[in-house]
């Protein structure tokens, strides 16, 4: 390191950085750690990447021995997603192979005939998809809401036991799911409940809200309450102040809380799983469950995971400075 | 802490609502959803586990008192259950916490693209756990998954089946859980180091310098300057993991659903069995959800106190 | 103790030049203040010279050592930080001791140098407790304990006093004057208060804007800025200064009747700087004018301040220029009231406004 000391660096040095950390020593480190990390991520990410391929194959592609790598893409998986087939006979084989030759069949029905299929109808997934939507767009809303309007109360204002309710309210988040489920189930049953999207909504509602009321709270905490005391001399009342004054500056906030929940509305299996069955189901027990003719029909699952992965990444990716805002709160301030 | 509630001013014109009506609105409609979806079905569980009811008998609860628990706790098999989910979860967030923190470090000091890749690192975080399971499960496939053709065991006869607890056709016991594991880390571990980056980012640089110009060691800035400093979030990633840990069931039934045989029977997908399926004793699983509570409370405690003294220390 | 030279030393991020290059040299046992507003590069400056950052061009010698790319623990200085940056769950005993630990020191001669440096700032009761438990000038204190047990060759500070209640400053301020002279050490001191640079430094850099505008003791600074940053910086208030109409050595003010002969030894260089032009800006401090109804120069009262022993009186002299008179008697002196008042001669300067640099009079003057 003689050399370094006494010439520096080969060419000018452009960042705020100290001087041991431009020794040549140092750079290599430096690079070595970077090409480390990404090499870690490439690794972990193959298993993404092998949802993302399994999505494009054939079926024996999907299952061939051993894994292929290359192969010529299809868009099979996405219509054994979205269609319901049945085995067609040989002469129904026949007959679809000469009605081929006379008019061009659509792409679905192609692909389905290669398969030795037929089309009988589209399948349950873009109902449970439907359902997907309305229920965790549906909750989130409401618990982002309801968190907004107490988060303000418990925020400006000294409620009595405030403290108490805020852990009581902590702790709802801490229950295994699986404690709740058993009477859950018991109580939707008795009301009627069960399996419906009212149902389902109440219940992400209530999950989502603990964390919801956490979260905004500490980022209504983090907005000065000048703003509102000016607003309040001026002549506004409370409510005014908080829906003109408060809630703009707490957009942020707000966004972060709404990814948080509809992260796990999306997601959630458990519950989704044991509390439904046949009209409000969503669409991630019916991806596990998705079975072809002929066992499990990986193609399908692979685009049905893939296209239910998409809008989560899309979001997050978004908005992923505020997730790190909000995974922060409550943790280092007291 | 003391709120200045300022006066409003009065108009009397004009209709506005008095402090005291305002946080009546915006708190009791949280908190009666929180009570009615939460508590209520806390206690008429806590009712249960104390009967011998069943959902589908058709018949009312009969109170049996604490025979349930008896039960329970005297089944060698529970204790196996308890036991693989206590192996689970401190494996798993064992790892989850070297991973993550290692990774953390490695984040923090910025090269070209180092955002990107914090950001890609997340994606196994936000899939649903048991779309995670169910692929994981594809991919450990001995025939056509990719997991032992990247391992170098193309032939599935000569290869782990992770999933079956094997080698080459011979039993490895205790494989398949270990699989799991290790999808649980593969997932979460990008949690940790979300929550351990966020805190090495908040260490004042001048620390580091003070230790530069002292010349210290790395050694000694890692224990003495980043550690105290990021120890508290660590703290709370290794809480929520643990908890997590417990109530693990989305991801051991997409990929395995409990077995081979028991292997990885986690308690919650054990109690998921006895809920839902077979002969529905919904009695005997309320008291085990209870026993679950009990334990996952206990450890939280223990948690939140070390937390505690930390910050008292700080 | 040692010298410092800065031969050329630059610093530049990407299109900002944050320290344009300059040259200081710092004799051995001299206190050296680097002042100026934020981002004028005085912290990049006394960086650069510990080796927490990097030199875009130049050199930096210490002792006419070389030292630019040396590590800055290899650099035989101590700095003592803003916030004090003492090490977290660790003793003030501990910290203090630490550099002397890292050097391989002795048990014996650590708590020896230990004990002595904590005697010296009067700290040895708290040796025992840990930072987050001490106030802010306790900790400072700690701080400074630590950078003096290295017995370094020079001290480097920066901001020291920034992060202390107001009363705290004054009083540490007066320490840092006392271990100076105590030790005889060489320092470099970063800050932007100008009354603090003042009390402490033997020199000051005053610095704007990455250039060194000036280097000069308080009295050179004070009395003979270079040029119109100098002059408005240093002061409380600054000087005054009023844009003037100059022809055959006489300064008119515009729209007024004020008129102002240049005193002896004035007019030579003026007329040298000016040439053909004919806009000049007269300087004085506030001291420098004399309350007079006799006086030759007027104009109207805009605002008087009172501020203890004496006021200060904001005069308008046109409707561009208030300056600021100091007089020693509490009149009160009504809004808009004319004002009569005089200027010492030997206390004015002129300023060419083009370059904004000092018109120097001929010696003697």
């Avoid at chain 2, 196994?124 to 779309?131: E, R, T």
């Avoid at chain 3, 991020?13 to 040259?23: G, I």
Wanted: charged share 15%; proline share 5%.
């Amino acid at each position: 390191m003689a050399n370094f000391e006494q010439t520096g660096p080969g060419k000018p040095v452009l960042e705020a950085t100290r001087v041991d950390k431009v020794t040549p020593g140092y750079r290599l480190g430096h690079n070595l750690r970077a090409l480390i990390v990404v090499l870690l991520a490439i690794v972990g990410l193959i298993p993404v990447f092998v949802i993302v391929i399994t999505a494009f194959k054939t079926r024996p592609d999907a299952i061939h021995v051993p894994p292929k790598l290359i192969f010529t893409p299809s868009l099979e998986g996405l219509v054994f997603l979205f269609t319901e087939r049945a085995s067609a006979s040989p002469s129904r084989l026949e007959e679809l192979k000469k009605a081929a030759e006379e008019v061009q069949l659509g792409l679905v029905d192609r692909i389905a005939l290669n398969a030795g299929q037929e089309i009988t109808g589209p399948s349950d997934y873009v109902f449970r998809l439907r359902n997907s939507l309305i229920i965790a767009g549906i909750s989130t809303l409401l618990s982002v809401v309801l968190a907004i309007f107490s988060a303000y109360a418990f925020s400006r204002y000294g409620v009595k036991g405030k403290g108490d309710l805020l852990f009581f309210i902590l702790s709802t988040r801490m229950l295994p799911a699986v404690v709740v489920t058993v009477p859950l189930f018991l109580m939707y049953t008795q009301l009627k409940l069960h399996d419906t999207h009212l149902g389902m909504i109440l219940l992400y509602t209530v999950f989502n809200l603990s964390l919801a009321v956490w979260l905004m709270k500490g980022f209504f905490d983090e907005i000065p309450r000048e703003y509102e005391e000016a607003a309040l001399v001026d002549g506004y009342t409370r409510m005014q102040a908080f829906f003109k004054i408060v809630l703009p500056q707490a957009v942020t906030g707000i966004a972060a809380t709404t990814v948080f929940c509809l992260i796990f509305a999306w997601n959630e299996y458990a519950f989704a799983l044991m509390l439904t069955s046949e009209k409000a189901r969503t669409a991630p027990p019916s991806i596990a469950t998705m079975l072809g003719i002929g066992g499990i029909e990986w193609t399908a699952i692979a685009a049905g995971s893939l296209g239910f992965l998409i809008p989560v990444v899309i979001v997050t990716f978004a908005l992923r400075n505020y997730l790190l805002r909000g995974v922060t709160f409550g943790a280092v301030r007291k | 802490m003391s709120t200045t509630t300022a006066k409003v001013a009065s108009h009397p014109r004009q209709r506005h609502l008095s402090d005291r009506a305002i946080i009546n609105l915006f708190v009791w409609p949280t908190l009666v959803l929180l009570i009615l979806v939460n508590v209520f079905p806390l206690f008429y569980s806590l009712f249960l586990s104390f009967t011998n009811y069943s959902a589908i008998a058709g018949k009312a609860p009969v109170w049996i008192g604490f025979k349930n628990f008896a039960n329970l706790l005297n089944d060698q098999q529970m204790w196996k259950y308890f036991a693989t989910t206590g192996k689970y979860a401190l494996v798993s967030v064992g790892l989850q916490t070297l991973f993550g923190f290692g990774l953390a470090m490695l984040l923090h000091e910025k090269f070209k693209g180092s955002g990107l890749i914090t950001t890609l690192i997340l994606i196994p975080m936000m899939i649903s756990p048991v779309v995670v399971g169910l692929f994981w499960k594809l991919m450990y496939n001995p025939s056509f998954g990719y997991f032992n053709y990247l391992i170098g065991f193309p032939n599935p006869i000569r290869g782990p089946d992770m999933l079956a607890s094997s080698f080459a056709r011979q039993g490895v016991p205790g494989l398949a859980l270990y699989s799991v594991v290790l999808v649980d880390v593969w997932m979460w571990t990008p949690f940790v180091m979300l929550l351990v980056l966020s805190g090495l980012k908040a260490i004042p640089d001048y620390l580091y310098e003070a230790a530069a110009i002292d010349r210290a060691s790395s050694w000694f800035q890692f224990w003495r300057i980043t550690v105290p400093q990021v120890a508290p979030l660590l703290l709370i990633a290794i809480l929520f993991r643990t908890i997590e840990a417990f109530k693990s069931f989305d991801l051991v039934m997409g990929m395995t659903g409990g077995g081979p045989g028991d292997q990885t029977e986690l308690i919650a997908v054990n109690l998921y069995r006895q809920a839902f399926l077979g002969q529905w004793q919904t009695g005997r699983s309320s008291a085990l959800a209870y026993i679950i509570l009990i334990i996952i409370i206990a450890v939280s405690n223990l948690y939140i106190l070390y937390l505690n003294r930390m910050r008292g220390e700080a | 103790m040692a010298t410092i030279e800065l031969q050329k030393v630059e610093k530049k991020f990407a299109e900002l030049h944050a320290v344009k290059p300059m040259d200081l040299t710092i004799q051995d046992g001299e206190f050296v203040v680097l002042l100026g507003p934020s981002g004028c590069g005085k912290t990049t400056t006394l960086r650069m010279i510990s080796g927490l950052e990097t030199v875009t061009g130049g050199k930096i010698l210490l002792n006419q050592r070389d030292v630019t790319w040396l590590h800055p623990s290899q650099r035989d200085i101590a700095f003592v930080f803003q916030f004090y940056a003492l090490y977290p769950h660790i003793s003030a005993r501990d910290n203090i001791s630490f550099p002397l630990r890292a050097q391989g020191e002795s048990k014996e001669e650590i708590e020896k140098q230990v004990k002595e440096v904590s005697a010296l700032l009067r700290i040895e009761h708290l040796l025992n407790q840990r930072p987050g438990n001490l106030s802010g000038g306790d900790q400072q204190r700690v701080a400074l304990a630590r950078a003096l047990v290295r017995r370094p060759a020079a001290f480097l500070m920066d901001e020291p006093l920034g992060a202390l209640d107001a009363e705290f400053r004054e009083s540490m301020r007066a320490e840092i004057k006392r271990l100076h002279i105590d030790q005889h050490a060489t320092t470099v001191y970063v800050t932007h208060d100008q009354i603090e640079a003042m009390a402490l430094g033997d020199r000051i850099v005053v610095m704007s804007e990455a250039v060194v505008q000036q280097i000069g003791t308080a009295a050179e600074v004070y009395y003979n800025p270079a040029n119109l940053f100098v002059a408005r910086f240093i002061g409380s208030p600054g000087m005054n200064l009023v844009t003037g109409h100059y022809v055959d050595g006489v300064v008119t003010i515009p729209g007024t009747q004020n008129r102002f002969s240049l005193p002896v030894g004035w007019r030579k260089p003026v007329d040298e700087t000016l040439k053909e032009s004919k806009e000049i800006i007269l300087g004085f401090r506030p001291e420098a004018a004399q309350l007079n109804n006799a006086g030759k120069l007027s104009g109207e009262v805009y605002a008087s301040e009172l501020q203890g022993a004496f006021a200060v009186l904001h005069v308008n002299v046109n409707s561009d220029d208030i300056v600021h008179i100091r007089t020693d008697r509490v009149i009160n002196y009504p809004i808009d009231t004319v004002v009569h008042f005089d200027l010492n001669p030997e206390m004015v300067r002129f300023f060419d406004p083009q370059s904004e640099a000092a018109i120097q009079p001929e010696v003697g003057a």
